[in-house]
DNA sequence: GCGACAG
DNA sequence: ATCTTGTCGC
């Protein structure tokens, strides 16, 4: 059941789920290479692209990207949204020749209402120890210090479920959280050094652009 | 009951 | 997410 076909279903799946999480990186966990994913959609149509583009973490180099065209599997519903894009974002990994060290999901992990936001779904799909970075936040949180690499929790009532992270001075944070297989310490680690130059992290940046780039070459071949 | 609500 | 121009600032 990787698409349910109602929210009910899939509210049940994410809480399932849920348990599966490890909020513990890999014993000597030192990634290379890092891959963001993202996805681009078309205004009043179900077409959606997605975009893994691998980087090296040390340098910011790109060093592979894999692409899928395809249809909406799911409506867009807050707090469910991986079952929108997790179809398309699964079948691009698949098409990666080197299997990435990291993932870095562009939207919420463990900072989610039942804790299996898209990147904790991503993780436990894949196997592979997964971030969670989102620009907008689901619950209200104290501002970080103004600079670079400061934190602040994220919290979900009495849990601390991800932190605010800030990349850069004077701008708003992002907002990182466990997808799989690390913690929040070594995941805002990783997006500060994946982070240097702008506030979202390369991978993310990245990935946007070249499933943007996807969905306009699509569309107009699909005329 | 009402509003808020990743992308 | 997407629709959209210019503008301020490093």
């Given at each position: 059941m990787l698409v349910p076909s109602t929210v009910e279903e899939a509210v049940t799946l994410q809480s399932t789920l849920a348990?599966?999480?490890?909020?513990?990186?890999?014993?000597?966990?030192?990634?290379?290479?890092?891959?963001?994913?993202?996805v681009?959609y078309?205004?009043?149509s179900e077409l959606v692209?997605?975009?893994?583009?691998?980087?090296?973490?040390?340098?910011?180099?790109?060093?592979?990207?894999?692409?899928?065209?395809g249809t909406a599997a799911f409506p867009y519903v807050p707090g469910l949204f991986a079952f929108r894009e997790l179809p398309a974002l699964l079948t691009?990994?698949?098409?990666?020749?080197?299997?990435?060290?990291?993932?870095?999901?562009?939207?919420?992990?463990?900072?989610h209402p039942r804790?299996f936001g898209l990147?904790c779904h991503l993780?436990v799909a894949?196997?592979?120890?997964?971030?969670?970075?989102?620009?907008?936040?689901?619950?209200?949180?104290?501002?970080?210090?103004?600079?670079?690499?400061?934190?602040?929790?994220?919290?979900?009532?009495?849990?601390?479920?991800?932190?605010?992270?800030?990349?850069?001075?004077?701008?708003?944070?992002?907002?990182?959280?466990?997808?799989?297989?690390?913690?929040?310490?070594?995941?805002?680690?990783?997006?500060?050094?994946?982070?240097?130059?702008?506030?979202?992290?390369?991978?993310?940046?990245?990935?946007?652009?070249?499933?943007?780039?996807?969905?306009?070459?699509?569309?107009?071949?699909?005329?």
């Amino acid at each position: 059941m990787l698409v349910p076909s109602t929210v009910e279903e899939a509210v049940t799946l994410q809480s399932t789920l849920a348990a599966a999480v490890v909020r513990t990186p890999p014993p000597g966990f030192a990634p290379r290479t890092a891959a963001g994913l993202d996805v681009a959609y078309a205004v009043g149509s179900e077409l959606v692209a997605a975009a893994v583009v691998t980087v090296d973490i040390a340098t910011g180099e790109v060093l592979e990207s894999a692409t899928e065209v395809g249809t909406a599997a799911f409506p867009y519903v807050p707090g469910l949204f991986a079952f929108r894009e997790l179809p398309a974002l699964l079948t691009a990994l698949g098409r990666l020749r080197t299997t990435p060290d990291l993932l870095v999901a562009d939207g919420h992990g463990l900072a989610h209402p039942r804790r299996f936001g898209l990147a904790c779904h991503l993780g436990v799909a894949t196997g592979l120890p997964t971030i969670g970075v989102a620009k907008t936040p689901m619950a209200d949180y104290p501002p970080p210090a103004d600079t670079r690499g400061a934190t602040s929790p994220l919290r979900d009532g009495d849990d601390e479920v991800g932190a605010a992270l800030r990349t850069r001075p004077g701008v708003k944070p992002v907002f990182v959280s466990v997808g799989h297989r690390i913690d929040l310490a070594t995941a805002c680690a990783q997006v500060l050094a994946l982070a240097r130059r702008y506030r979202l992290p390369e991978t993310t940046r990245q990935a946007d652009h070249l499933s943007r780039q996807v969905l306009k070459d699509s569309r107009g071949e699909l005329r």
